[in-house]
Nanobody, 118 residues
Framework: QVQLVESGGGLVQPGGSLRLSCAASGGIFSIYTMGWYRQAPGKQRELVATITNGGTTNYADSVKGRFTIARDNAKHTVDLQMNSLKPEDTAVYYC????????????WGQGTQVTVSS
């Protein structure tokens, strides 16, 4: 089973940028579809972006055009570049790995807090 560790969260002003990183260890990285999810207080965890081993990406409509997901299969990492951040982007962001692309075999990181506020 793969283990995931997120980093890069913090406090940023509206309109600013952050880059989240997720380092994967263990398992076979190439068999996982990687993703970022987020959960704001009082809300359900929601998908932000996913990327397959082949590079196919999927974004939530709310972040499309502002966020970019990328993976480095050699380094076993997946990053989320977040630009033009809004207060509504405030949430705990979780790195996710779906083995063979199936959510039934899902691994989560510990989460990293992103706060967008003046």
């Amino acid at each position: 089973q793969v283990q995931l560790v997120e980093s890069g969260g913090g406090l940023v002003q509206p309109g600013g940028s952050l880059r989240l990183s997720c380092a994967a260890s263990g398992g076979i990285f190439s068999i996982y579809t990687m993703g970022w999810y987020r959960q704001a207080p009082g809300k359900q965890r929601e998908l932000v972006a996913t990327i397959t081993n082949g590079g196919t990406t999927n974004y939530a409509d709310s972040v499309k055009g502002r966020f970019t997901i990328a993976r480095d299969n050699a380094k076993h990492t997946v990053d989320l570049q977040m630009n033009s951040l809004k207060p509504e982007d405030t949430a705990v962001y979780y790195c996710n790995a779906d083995k063979f692309g199936h959510s039934a075999w899902r691994v989560w990181g510990q989460g990293t807090q992103v706060t967008v506020s003046s």
